[in-house]
């Protein structure tokens, strides 16, 4: 406490207490609260609707301005087995592998992506597909720096309370000392006989997982990236909001992670250093996405950069923001982090048996074949060709998100239906691939 001349204690002055509002003005702040209510119980009553909801204008006005993030990738190269529900097993071959845990090497032979997570950035391939999204927070500042520490303490308290053994720290994804994970929500696959939740490993561990689903700025940190998700892919953001509200009508004992997420399922990386080598998860829909959303008090220009190897990014991923990227067929991985500093993630994602499951009518592969005809098997055969050959116009143009088309149709259609009046921001050659437009013919007199 700071002295006066005479060694007596100087007392500070007490904080003054905030005048209460009164008249016009409590009646203004009392009005914006219910129209914030009620705007937020309109978003999570048409997230849980059958019909997937469209992107707000808010949405599609800030995904519009997204800086592009160009590379030489072809979408078309993207790694699939062959009945395209999942990813391949194996990472991609590439000659810095063995220096994944160098950053220096990486940001001089790999394209380095400065992102400071002020604001949202979109990965291009090199036919201007959008295959990946750098997501900053919706506001900045001290307000989302107090959110992200308070779901940062949440999670470090539901891990001290969590019981682990030596052998959950090292795992195909950990890099160093390794990290324990903790899992919720549903899925298909991996030895299940159908569709169910995915169990704690204990008791005291699901009471943790619990506290941590229901902690509001955990809450907040997973889900503020999804209208993002809802303009840059609306059609995978279809497929992931369909499948998860069908099975939980058709499966009423399933349960969600958060309410305003299309996603079935959630991995939390609970640190404190959660760094992960090169790997895939082949196990996710193979062309879907998955959000990561990075939490921690570490130097994100020293490490916790997130690496696409199939990319040749290497990206700087502050604390706080989050990623979107097709995480069963690209390989990624995470730089390591200082001594003494912390990292952890919220994974959100959904497991490609669970479209599989709903696409042979909620029953299995081998549930489906007892009782399908060979005209079935011929007529599925098909389908799942045709499902092939439509998985890359599931990810968005990015002329199409620049001018708000978000179901990317035709620029024509758009044109006639009056939605989208402005073209101005196309290039000349994205212009001249565009078809022009039909000349009406003249009536003869």
């Not at 941590?212 to 059609?235: E, G, S």
């Not at 992670?257 to 990386?269: G, H, K, M, Q």
């Not at 029953?363 to 399908?372: C, E, H, I, K, M």
Request: charged content about 25%.
């Amino acid at each position: 406490m700071p002295m006066n001349d005479a060694n007596v204690p100087i007392v500070p002055p007490p904080t003054p207490l905030p005048v209460p509002l009164t008249g016009c003005a409590k009646k203004n702040q009392q009005k914006r609260e219910k129209d914030r209510a009620k705007r937020k119980k309109a978003t999570v009553t048409a997230l849980e609707s059958p019909a997937p909801p469209v992107p707000s204008t808010c949405a599609l006005q800030k995904a519009a301005q997204c800086a592009p993030v160009p590379t030489s990738f072809r979408a078309r190269e993207f790694r699939a087995t062959k009945p395209r529900w999942v990813g391949p097993a194996k990472p991609v071959d590439h000659p810095l592998l063995p220096y994944a845990h160098d950053v220096e090497m990486l940001k001089q032979h790999m394209q380095y992506v400065d992102w400071p997570g002020d604001k949202s950035h979109v990965i291009l391939d090199r036919n201007g597909y959008v295959i990946g999204s750098l997501i900053a927070p919706p506001i900045s500042g001290t307000e989302w720096a107090t959110v992200a520490d308070a779901a940062t303490a949440a999670i470090r308290d539901a891990r001290d309370k969590m019981l682990f053994p030596s052998a959950a720290f090292q795992h195909r994804r950990a890099m160093g000392e390794g990290f324990p994970t903790a899992t919720a929500g549903f899925a298909f696959g991996g030895g299940r006989d159908a569709v169910g939740n995915i169990k704690a490993t204990s008791a005291t561990n699901a009471a943790a997982m619990d506290g941590v689903l229901a902690d509001k700025n955990v809450d907040r940190m997973a889900t503020f990236a999804i209208p993002a998700f809802q303009a840059l892919f609306y059609h995978i953001f279809r497929d992931y909001h369909e499948t998860k509200n069908t099975l939980l009508h058709q499966h009423p004992e399933l349960r969600r992670t958060f309410r305003r997420s299309p996603f079935a399922a959630l991995t939390v990386n609970l640190g404190p250093a959660s760094v992960t080598q090169p790997h895939v998860d082949s196990g996710n829909k193979a062309d879907g996405l998955c959000l990561i959303t990075a939490l921690g008090t570490f130097d994100p220009n020293k490490g916790g950069h997130i690496v696409l190897w199939d990319y040749n990014l290497i990206i700087r991923f502050p604390p706080g923001c989050a990623c979107l990227i097709p995480s069963a067929v690209v390989t990624h991985s995470n730089t390591p982090i200082q001594a003494g500093e912390e990292r952890f993630s919220l994974i959100q994602y959904s497991a490609g048996g669970l479209f599989r499951w709903r696409a042979n009518g909620c029953q299995s592969d081998l549930d489906w074949l007892a009782t399908a005809s060979q005209e079935d098997v011929v007529r599925r055969e098909e389908e799942r060709k045709a499902c092939c050959a439509a998985a890359l116009g599931k990810f968005s143009r990015w002329k199409d998100v620049k001018v708000g088309n978000y179901s990317g149709r035709a620029r024509l259609e758009v044109w006639e239906t009056g939605e989208l009046a402005d073209f101005s921001d196309y290039t000349e050659e994205e212009s001249d691939r565009e078809e022009e437009r039909p000349k009406k013919r003249r009536k003869r007199s």
